[in-house]
């Protein structure tokens, strides 16, 4: 039996989704989204079947609702529900990183023909919109479900289909687990990228050539920081409760560390760094959360014309697709490194294997 699939909002994350769910047969999807050449691009690709331009029109044709927006965008949709006069099953779901204020608004719906079950692929990526949206955005990425009152198991188990090819792992949680969770891991993080950065801008007034030593660890602990500012601004307000209590927690640890530097506890200060690199290094190294993870290898290159390019080659002749490279400390005249990313496990050890097989000097580093 053929089902209606509308999507509102094709950015990123809902694009992306929508190009995982065209591969299903018996699906026909619409779309809504504020872009129109966003809805013209879908279309001419295949990913949406029509683009609608009422929310309601959309909903009343719909057996399954992604909304695909900001939160508090979300959090309007679900109120309009109720009063949307539906004379089939509606399962709705949405794609928000905090889940709190939405399933609320989930639970206060009344009609009984609405049932909600909460999304969030924990994937994504520093750039936004369709264009930045891909099939396999989701793969190996944790998909958490959290129904809301009223839904049930086969409730979640109808979106676990839907978006089988996404390659995603689901994972049903509790709201407050789930906000949580996602705040220590995503939320903070990010807040804390983007202080470190304002940071080295006020550095910069008194140091003004900081900005050419700003590589490797910094421009890595700080990518996310290029993230969605309008995004991220939703994501704060709506579990800024927790993440303000987080900052807290965060100051005090701040002021343990500043006490180890300021009374000399050298020993102390060691025992803090093994702590957290054990913690750090028994991470699970093939799990992909909200931030992108892929799988690096660190190649010695000297510093002559060509050497970048033999090392592309020789992995391209091996038909081995690199998803990302950087350049890391390489001085004029003497040896550099690269860094060389890849999408996949297997693909890293075939480009170390196959570098190593040619003389370079090349590491693994999880």
């Known amino acids: 039996m053929s089902q209606?699939?509308?999507f509102v909002g094709l950015g990123l994350i809902g694009g992306s989704l929508a190009m995982n769910v065209a591969k299903q047969e018996n699906v026909k999807i619409t779309g809504m989204d504020p872009?129109?050449?966003?809805?013209?691009?879908?279309k001419?690709?295949?990913?949406?079947h029509e683009h609608v331009e009422e929310f309601s029109k959309g909903v009343q044709e719909a057996d399954v609702l992604i909304l695909a927006t900001p939160i508090s965008t979300t959090i309007e949709y679900i109120k309009q529900l109720n009063d949307l006069g539906l004379n089939k099953p509606l399962l709705v779901t949405d794609v928000s990183s905090v889940k709190n204020q939405v399933l609320q608004a989930a639970q206060e719906l009344t009609n009984p023909l609405v049932s909600f079950v909460g999304g969030h692929p924990m994937a994504g990526s520093h750039k936004q919109g369709y264009t930045a949206a891909k099939p396999h955005l989701f793969e190996n990425?944790?998909?958490?479900?959290?129904?809301?009152?009223?839904?049930?198991?086969s409730d979640a188990s109808v979106l676990?289909?839907?978006f089988s090819k996404t390659g995603a792992r689901f994972l049903t949680l509790s709201t407050k687990e789930h906000d949580e969770m996602t705040a220590v891991i995503s939320h903070f993080p990010h807040l804390i990228a983007s202080s470190l950065v304002h940071q080295a801008k006020e550095w910069q007034k008194t140091h003004p050539t900081l900005e050419h030593l700003a590589a490797g660890g910094f421009r890595d602990i700080t990518r996310i920081a290029s993230s969605n500012p309008k995004l991220w601004q939703d994501i704060f307000f709506q579990n800024k409760k927790l993440l303000s209590h987080m900052l807290d927690d965060w100051i005090e640890e701040m002021k343990h560390m500043k006490r180890l530097l300021d009374d000399g506890e050298a020993q102390s200060t060691y025992q803090y760094l093994v702590e957290a690199k054990s913690y750090r290094d028994g991470l699970p190294i093939r799990e992909k959360g909200a931030i992108p993870a892929f799988y690096d290898v660190y190649v010695d290159i000297h510093d002559q014309p060509g050497a970048i390019h033999k090392v592309i080659q020789l992995l391209a002749e091996k038909e081995i697709s690199i998803k990302n490279i950087r350049i890391l400390e390489i001085r004029e005249g003497i040896t550099g490194v690269l860094r060389i990313s890849f999408?996949?496990?297997?693909?890293?050890?075939?480009s170390y294997q196959s570098l190593l097989n040619k003389g370079y000097e090349v590491m693994i580093q999880d």
Do not use: D, M, R, Y
Not at 144 to 152: D, E, H, R, S, Y
Not at 343 to 350: L, N, S
């Open 4 to 6: 209606t699939i509308f």
């Open 141 to 153: 990425a944790i998909f958490v479900l959290t129904p809301a009152k009223g839904a049930n198991s």
């Open 44 to 48: 001419k690709q295949g990913v949406i």
């Open 35 to 42: 872009n129109p050449q966003t809805l013209a691009i879908a």
């Open 160 to 162: 676990q289909e839907l």
């Open 343 to 350: 999408q996949t496990g297997k693909e890293q050890q075939a």
